[in-house]
Antibody, heavy 119, light 106 residues
Framework: EVQLLESGGGLVQPGGSLRVSCEAS????????MSWVRQAPGKGLEWVST????????YYADSVKGRFTISRDNSKKTLYLQMNSLRAEDTAVYYC????????????WGQGTLVTVSS | DIQMTQSPTSLSASVGDRVTITCQAS??????LNWYQQKPGEAPNLLLY???NLEPGVPSRFRGDGSGTDFTFTITSLQPEDFATYFC?????????FGPGTTVDL
């Protein structure tokens, strides 16, 4: 069974940085594009970023472009999201997600990690 | 960016009801539309992709239709486990925007 396990969430002050990680298992990690999707408390889903299997292509939402960096280490089967210059509006549960092979629908989601930006 | 709207925002229904949700894109997205279900405290779950294709393991009472800018999502006979929030998502262009969601409650 595909598993995606996020970690690294927590409380951070405005302007601070945080890196969240997602450890994948039970599938050929390097063959799949991966994404981060977030959900602010009580709100809807917001796509944040996607990275191709070979890391050559990355996409970002305008709301995070220039502040967040998606990356992956296929040897460690791990996806990362480096978040800098954090704002209160970045407070959300961050979900790691696997995109279907060769396509862009999310067929597996992690359980999410909460990032809270507050002083 | 492509904007996605859904209606209604919420609806009340009973077990056995037929429920229909609409999703509209601000521009042509062909059939590049997905539907997800999310229950409180849980991650979303894929139900349909490419507007009308059922994800393996998803019950056949979930149906999707449409192309271009207008899409519909139907639960043909609502079951107790279907009370949840439903989101559409387009993947024609980056950013892969989600609709605001439709909550189906009792």
């Amino acid at each position: 069974e595909v598993q995606l396990l996020e970690s690294g969430g927590g409380l951070v002050q405005p302007g601070g940085s945080l890196r969240v990680s997602c450890e994948a298992s039970e599938f050929s990690f390097g063959s799949y594009a991966m994404s981060w999707v977030r959900q602010a408390p009580g709100k809807g889903l917001e796509w944040v970023s996607t990275i191709s299997g070979n890391s050559r292509t990355t996409y970002y939402a305008d709301s995070v472009k220039g502040r967040f960096t998606i990356s992956r280490d296929n040897s460690k089967k791990t996806l990362y999201l480096q978040m800098n210059s954090l704002r209160a509006e970045d407070t959300a549960v961050y979900y790691c997600a696997r995109e279907a092979y060769g396509d862009y629908w999310i067929d597996y989601w992690g359980q999410g990690t909460l990032v809270t930006v507050s002083s | 960016d492509i904007q996605m709207t859904q209606s209604p925002t919420s609806l009340s229904a009973s077990v056995g009801d037929r429920v229909t949700i609409t999703c509209q894109a601000s521009q042509d997205i062909k059939s590049y539309l997905n539907w997800y279900q999310q229950k409180p405290g849980e991650a979303p779950n894929l139900l349909l992709y490419d507007a009308s294709n059922l994800e393996p393991g998803v019950p056949s009472r979930f149906r999707g239709d449409g192309s271009g800018t207008d899409f519909t999502f139907t639960i043909t006979s609502l079951q107790p486990e279907d009370f949840a929030t439903y989101f559409c998502q387009q993947y024609e262009k980056v950013p892969f925007t989600f609709g605001p969601g439709t909550t189906v409650d009792l």
